[in-house]
């Protein structure tokens, strides 16, 4: 299994990105995927999740600014970061677990087996 992460970039407050997590090597049809952040410093955090069947979770932090969407057909799974604050400012990690729905622990990096390489989001002000 193999997840690829790319879409970051350096942009102004109020900026928008679009990450996407492109994933292969399964053929899973049940499972949970999400975004976690991780700032200097500090602990890997969650961001957004999304089950196969299409349900998304947020953290408090993000909801209304990001929206993460999947591409079933090409196991890629979005995440539309808008209105971008200098806290957003991390490395942001997509991560898989397969054959299980999200979840209420889902916040939580321990249950992923899979992850992806990261990709460099910065907001300056």
């Known amino acids: 299994v193999q997840l690829v992460a790319a879409g970051g970039g350096s942009v102004q407050t109020g900026g928008s990105l679009r990450l996407s997590c492109a994933g292969s090597g399964y053929t899973a049809r049940t499972y949970c995927m999400a975004w976690f952040r991780q700032a200097p410093g500090k602990t890997r955090e969650r961001v957004a999740r999304?089950?196969?069947?299409?349900?998304?979770s947020y953290a408090d932090s993000v909801k209304g600014r990001f929206t993460i969407s999947e591409d079933n057909v090409n196991h890629t799974v979005y995440l539309q970061v808008n209105s971008l604050k200098p806290e957003d400012t991390a490395m942001y990690y997509c991560?898989?677990?397969?054959?299980?729905?999200?979840?209420?622990?889902?916040?939580?990096?321990?249950?992923?087996?899979?992850w992806g390489q990261g990709t460099q989001v910065t907001v300056s002000s």
């Open positions: 999304i089950d196969s069947d299409g349900t998304t």
């Open positions: 991560a898989a677990d397969l054959d299980v729905v999200c979840g209420p622990t889902w916040s939580s990096t321990w249950r992923f087996n899979y």
